[in-house]
């Protein structure tokens, strides 16, 4: 089945810019979506279709998706934004839905 | 607004089955499809399983097939799943999760099954 891989951590000082990426076999040509879940809550959407914000979402939450990763880009990072995100597809065989390993951001 | 607000937690025997619940409102039920993934302690997040409300179409990852039943009843436009012969590594929380387009948007506040003999 389709594998999405994410580094395991990522650190980052406030104020600075964290960048995650998700890895899979010919991952520019579907849609990325990308979830973030603080400790003991449930995953929010923070970007879909590889680079769209649902309404709330601040714009420091951008994303990108060409040759063989996405990217998740958190600017100006926040202590709020400590938690880990994960990238997640719509997969056309095997399983329908793939998420990634997940990447927990640590702001130092 | 919309909103799936899921069952309380759940402690079982192995052996024995639980039924998980995800009451929507905020939109029309029968227009969308559902998901489930559970999140064993300290781990990521596995998907498990589909349902479509409009037609009761259903996909589920191969690990969990001919273990899983998923439902949905539209008069109270509430989603089950069903998971039957527990064993103690399907302790974890279970969320319900909206289907919009191929993400999931949005997502019940998870429901923790505790199996232990």
């Known amino acids: 089945s389709y594998v999405l891989t994410q580094p395991p951590s990522v650190s980052v000082a406030p104020g600075q810019t964290a960048r995650i990426s998700c890895g899979g076999n010919k991952i520019a040509t579907t849609s990325v979506h990308w979830y973030q879940q603080k400790t003991g809550q449930a995953p929010v959407l923070v970007v879909y279709d590889d680079r769209d914000r649902p309404p709330g979402i601040p714009e420091r939450f951008s994303g990108s998706n060409s040759g063989s990763a996405a990217t998740l880009t958190i600017s100006r990072v926040e202590a709020g934004d400590e938690a880990d995100y994960y990238c997640q597809v719509w997969a056309t065989s095997g399983d329908l839905c793939v998420f990634g390993t997940g990447t927990k951001v640590i702001v130092l | 607004q919309v909103q799936l607000v899921q069952s309380g937690p759940e402690v079982r025997k192995p052996g024995a089955s639980v039924k998980v619940s995800c009451q929507t409102s905020?939109?029309?039920?029968?227009?969308?499809?559902f998901n489930w993934v559970r999140q064993a302690p300290g781990q990521g997040l596995q998907w498990m399983a589909w349902?479509?409300?409009?037609?009761?179409?259903?996909n589920s990852t191969q690990k969990f097939q001919g273990r899983i039943i998923l439902t949905t009843d539209p008069s109270t436009r509430t989603a089950y799943m069903e998971l039957r012969n527990l064993r103690s590594d399907d302790t974890a929380v279970y969320y319900c999760a909206r289907s919009r387009g191929d993400r999931l948007d949005p997502w019940g506040q998870g429901t923790l099954v505790t199996v232990s003999s």
């Open positions: 349902i479509s409300a409009n037609t009761g179409s259903t």
């Open positions: 905020g939109f029309t039920f029968t227009t969308f499809g």
